[in-house]
């Protein structure tokens, strides 16, 4: 049965092979008799299937499992680098202070030469010609961030500038440094549950331009870069994306936020404006908020349990899986997340050093230059977790190629 945690059901192993291939799948969903499937849901089995499927229903069109993999990968990050001896001429700090809190010693800084919007594109475009695919095959593209350049959404106009001339679908997913595992989770759900075939999601965040760089203790974190991957759609052998299990607790929020204030503005209307709250003031959003100890907690207890719940609904071990790829936040959490899931040190995949926390885009960029650098290798299984604002996060277990 479908759910908020993950693909599988461990008591139907043998349904993908008794349900035959639907009739009428097209790119925008099922075509499917009402009094067989109520509900339309993202999953490679599907709960109480083998009831429905008899001699008499034989010639109806099903829900079958489809498979999706992880076929390319792609990732770009401005031109302007800015090391911890830079920062340390304009806040009270040093390379030495920040290194050993965080791991990380350079970061990559949005500046006049870039946009996000190329990031993503650059990004993409280097995930469509690793995995072969055109921007016309394309059915949906994802981007993850919190940060787009129009406050409508990033995406159609990334569509735009790769060249998409079948107008495929594009939305924003916005969820922060949990952003791009929820999006290959949402990838997931539009190639098994509508007919899609290849998905583009990209993570692209520029933190930079919400970074208080008078606060040593925020400023230093932070870094701009996008990362993308092409998910395709193929048969339930074939599968790459095993499990997954996510979560948001909005109490949390008050540790990580950024959240919209009133310009402090003469009322132009006199009076009569302010007696009627009309028109409203401008508004804008505040710097990053950060409160970093709890944020460390959550991450080091919340972090392992979810990458354990996916594991084991992968029915996999973490002694099974080839590497760990954690969000690239801090250092000192990716380590003690490590040592609690009991992963050594070599199977854990970390770039933290040279891009600082770059959201949404951490996890594809150190995928890419791992997958690039002939580190992560056709075959090879990936625990990987998301977290950060909301408070969010969540972990999948994927194959990669």
Known sequence: MANASGFFTPSVPSLRRRIQP??????????????????????????????????????LPRLVSRGCKLVGCGSAVPALSVSNDDLAKIVDTSDEWISVR????????????DSLTSLAVEAGRKALEMADVDPDDLDLVLLCTSTPEDLFGGAPQVQRVLGCRKTPL?????AACSGFVLGLISAACHIRGGGFHNVLVIGADGLSRFVDWTDRGSCILFGDAAGAVVVQACNSEEDGLLSFDLHSDGEGGRHLNAVMKENKTDDMLGSNGSVFDFPSQGSSYSCIQMNGKEVFRFAVRCVPQSIESALE???????????????QANQRIIDAVATRLEFPQERVISNLANYGNTSA???????????????????HTIATAGFGAGLTWGSAIVRWG
């Open 170 to 174: 594009a939305y924003d997913i916005t």
């Open 313 to 327: 609904k992968a029915g996999l071990t973490a002694s099974s899986i080839d590497w760990l790829l954690l969000h």
């Open 361 to 379: 885009a951490s996890i594809p960029l150190a995928l890419d230059e791992a997958v690039r650098g002939g580190k992560v290798k056709p075959g």
């Open 22 to 59: 639907p009739a009428g799948v097209s790119r925008s969903g099922f075509s499917l008799s009402e009094r067989i499937f109520k509900r339309m849901v993202c999953s490679s089995t599907v709960e109480g299937a083998e009831r429905h499927v008899s001699t008499s229903e034989s010639r």
């Open 102 to 113: 965080t791991g990380i010693h350079n970061r990559r800084v949005l500046s006049g030469r």
